[in-house]
């Protein structure tokens, strides 16, 4: 190594015990058993859902629980305590309201904090000690270190542990420590966070989700098809901001446009409310527990069909400037009879229903008034000036990518593009053809620079952020059409119907797997593909284990609108030393359900995979890194203070 550089870290490290504690330290590290990783996919939206299998880690808490206390405890006081840690100030409130005097108070006070020590002790057991301070309540890290290093064999020492706890009591401090400790160990349960795509779109709070993953202590992200969108609005993609409002009013969620991120709807509203009527095809879909008066519901019928249009006519101009999209069979305005109403598709005519072109010129259908380009030019000005939507967009640009390898699996929210015969499908950009891995990374690039750019409205990088979201060979969106207009327009559900990329069916075979893996430059003995995006139809009997165990399908339907698909709510999978873990969730109705019954909503756990011996850091990406620390370490010390 040059010495240059071991002279500057010589400055960190200026004596040779220095050197020897690190390398010590980070020896140590790396025997430790590896931490939980926890993945999930597919959220939607779904806030409330998702902070419970975030506050239960996937049933790992009730486990620790279980494990620790399963002989004092009986089954009801285990579920009680467990509440108590996924929702502490909440738990305490009602808990409390049940005693009758100090005394009985106190004593309980007393001993949940010695049964939180115990299962921070517990839970921390396979983290440094330095690791575990970051993780505990500031005000109270010595407090805590004192409790969790005392030990029973002093007399002495009971005493002073004692002391402390009724201390903490008596100066009023004890619901604030039980809720610290109840989210340290929260904490501890799961070391890191992946979320395999799709937070947003379809459910109502999305923007919650994300102020939750930008607090976390550790997380990153594989984009979903509707991540991308959120990302291509914001980047300057006109089309991609008219889905995502056209979604937003599909499900009754403009409040995420305008209350959560303070875009102005007005503008959209008034031309809504000057070109068109009620529409039974753009009803926003709702949630039994939604309730709208008739006049908003026809507000937002009227707004959902001024953007549709709006989406429709903006796609036309791409679709004819990329001829390599491949997407001319979607110019469907050009192909539709206006004085007959009805449209022909791949020869075959049909009927439209619900029709709702008041603002189209049939000799240029894809031409926008001037009121529709003032008010998507208006709404893209009130996008990129939204503070808020721009620190969400740029922390999923910073923790995003398109696929991740990590830990020697590969995670992607959609598909690998390939064809029937299972050969990684090529894409032709710009005159030059690209597939499998080299793809992605000509999709990622496009991203990364229609991001960088947002002035730019119409290059190739923003028409491909577009194309990610519904071209044949994005990644993402893995169908061979987005049958949009036939849903709203076509009564014949064949029309509906979106091809699937060969990917789905062949990914149920090991030896594609294996050559996916390959491709990404994997062991495929090792490693497992984490895919998002399908709902995995556990109701019609569908294993979200494919492929002998080297794929895991983990979307569930955490989306409520999915449940009735998919019979469950939502897949999560854990990954820790002993191997792989497929959780089940059933359906969350709410926190207070919990609360009060202690129903947990979590069901089966399944395993994937069994390591053979228990996996520790050393064999895991941070290992590689830790063991490149020790190596230039190691170098330090003999160039600097071993000679
Ligand atoms: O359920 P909706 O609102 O009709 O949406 C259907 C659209 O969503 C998509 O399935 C994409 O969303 P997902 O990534 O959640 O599957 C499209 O393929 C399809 O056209
Ligand atoms: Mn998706």
Same mark, same amino acid.
């Given at each position: ?10 400055? /960190?490290?200026?004596?040779?015990? =220095?050197? @020897?504690? #690190? +390398? !010590?330290? &980070?020896?140590?590290?790396?025997? *430790?058993?590896? %931490? ?120 002495? /020492?009971?005493?002073?542990?004692? =002391?402390? @706890?009724? #201390? +903490? !009591?008596? &100066?009023?401090?004890?619901?604030? *420590?039980?809720? %610290? ?120 019928? /009227? ?341």
């Amino acid at each position: 190594m040059n010495t240059k550089y071991l002279d500057l870290l010589a400055q /960190k490290y200026n004596s040779e015990e =220095k050197v @020897v504690t #690190e +390398i !010590i330290n &980070l020896e140590a590290i790396l025997n *430790l058993p590896k %931490g939980t990783e926890h993945f999930v996919s597919d959220l939607h939206g779904e806030y409330k859902a998702f902070q419970h299998v975030l506050r239960n880690g996937s049933g790992k808490v009730k486990e620790k629980i279980s494990d620790l206390f399963a002989k004092e405890l009986s089954e009801e006081e285990i579920t009680e305590f467990a509440t108590l840690v996924y929702y502490p100030e909440e738990k305490l409130q009602l808990i409390k309201s049940n005693f009758n005097s100090t005394q009985e108070l106190n004593q309980w006070y007393t001993e949940m904090i010695e049964r939180m020590i115990k299962l921070i002790s517990y839970a921390s057991s396979k983290y440094t000690r330095s690791k575990l301070r970051k993780a505990l309540p500031e005000q109270f890290v010595y407090i805590i270190e004192e409790l969790l290093y005392k030990t029973d064999e002093f007399t002495n /020492k009971k005493e002073y542990y004692t =002391k402390i @706890v009724q #201390e +903490i !009591i008596s &100066l009023g401090q004890a619901d604030k *420590l039980i809720i %610290g400790l109840s989210y340290t160990t929260q904490r501890l349960v799961v070391d890191h966070l992946h979320v395999v795509g799709d937070i947003y779109d379809r459910g109502p709070e999305p923007d919650k989700i994300m102020e939750t993953l930008i607090n976390y202590h550790s997380v990153d992200i594989q984009w979903g098809n509707h991540d991308v969108l959120w990302l291509g609005a914001f980047a300057g993609s006109k089309v991609c901001l008219a889905n995502i409002i056209r979604i937003c009013a599909r499900y009754n969620n403009l409040g995420i446009i305008e209350d959560a991120y303070g875009i102005n709807l007005r503008p959209l509203l008034n031309l809504a409310e000057k070109y068109y009527d009620d529409n039974t095809a753009f009803r926003p879909k709702k949630q039994p527990e939604e309730k709208l008066s008739d006049y908003e519901e026809w507000q937002i019928t /009227k707004i959902h069909q001024a953007i549709t249009m709006i989406q429709f006519k903006l796609e036309s101009p791409i679709i004819k400037r990329r001829p390599y999209f491949n997407m001319s069979d979607r110019l469907l305005l050009d192909k539709v009879d206006y004085d007959k109403n009805e449209v022909t598709i791949q020869g075959e005519t049909h009927p439209i229903e619900n029709p709702c072109f008041a603002t189209v010129n049939p000799e240029h259908p894809e031409e926008l008034l001037d009121e529709e380009a003032e008010v998507i030019d208006r709404l893209l000005f009130s996008v990129q000036h939204s503070e808020k939507l721009a620190r969400h967009m740029k922390f999923l640009m910073k923790k995003g990518s398109l696929y991740l390898k990590y830990n020697s699996n590969l995670l992607i929210h959609g598909c690998i593009p390939l064809d029937e015969d299972g050969n990684m499908e090529s894409m032709e950009v710009e005159g030059k053809s690209y597939k499998g891995r080299e793809l992605f990374d000509v999709f990622e690039r496009n991203l990364l620079h229609a991001f960088a750019h947002p002035e730019e409205t119409d290059d190739l990088a923003t028409d491909m952020v577009w194309y990610l979201w519904t071209g044949e060979s994005s990644s993402l969106f893995g169908k061979r059409a987005m049958t949009t207009f036939e849903r709203y327009f076509i009564k014949d559900k064949k029309t509906h119907k979106e091809q699937k990329n060969p990917y789905y069916h062949l990914r149920e075979q090991e030896d594609i797997c294996r050559k996916i893996l390959e491709e990404f430059d994997m062991d495929p003995d090792q490693g497992h593909i984490i895919n998002g995006h399908t709902p995995v139809k556990e109701i019609e009997g569908e294993n979200p284990i494919k492929a002998n165990g080297k794929m895991i399908v983990i979307d569930g339907g955490f989306s409520k609108a999915y449940q009735p698909t998919t019979g469950i709510a939502g897949y999560t999978l854990l990954y820790n030393s002993y191997g792989m873990q497929l959780v089940a969730h059933k359906h969350f109705n709410s926190k207070e359900e919990i609360l009060q019954n202690g129903m947990d909503v979590l069901s089966v756990k399944r395993l994937v995979d069994k390591e053979l011996e228990r996996k520790k850091v050393r064999e895991t990406n941070i290992g590689e890194e830790l063991l490149q620390q020790v190596s230039i370490l190691n170098d330090l010390l003999e160039y600097r203070y071993l000679k």
